[in-house]
């Protein structure tokens, strides 16, 4: 498994922006990224991935507002999170599996991932 170290996180008010960092261990080249959110009271579901051609999938509700990326070593991974509403409160999770394709699979649960990064608390306020 890839060791994966989150930062970033902290408290907005709806309609500003944070970013998330994800610094991994290893080259993500051959693995499906993404990011996880489970806001109070709710399962953790996926809302954001990343396959090894760089094509990007999003959950509807997160669609246009956020863009997950990775930088040029494919060891750092970033959430940007713009235009926030008071339901995007959660803890954020950084996520990563061995599987190169079918990534978008995150997001329907299809796809589990196999590495985990620590959470990051993300609080917005209305």
């Known amino acids: 498994q890839v060791q994966l170290i989150q930062s970033g996180g902290g408290s907005v008010q709806a309609g500003g922006s944070l970013r998330l960092s994800c610094a991994a261990s290893?080259?993500?080249?051959?693995?499906?990224v993404g990011w996880f959110r489970q806001a109070p009271g709710k399962e953790r579901v996926g809302i954001a991935s990343?396959?090894?051609?760089?094509?990007?999938k999003y959950a509807d509700d997160v669609a246009g507002r956020f863009t997950i990326s990775k930088d040029a070593t494919r060891k750092n991974i970033y959430l940007q999170m713009n235009n926030l509403k008071a339901e995007d409160t959660g803890m954020y999770y950084c996520?990563?599996?061995?599987?190169?394709?079918?990534?978008?699979?995150?997001?329907?649960?299809?796809?589990?991932?196999?590495?985990w990064g620590q959470g990051s608390q993300v609080s917005v306020s209305s």
């Open positions: 290893i080259d993500t080249y051959d693995r499906c």
């Open positions: 996520a990563a599996e061995s599987g190169s394709w079918y990534c978008y699979d995150f997001l329907t649960g299809r796809r589990n991932p196999d590495s």
């Open positions: 990343i396959n090894a051609d760089g094509e990007t």
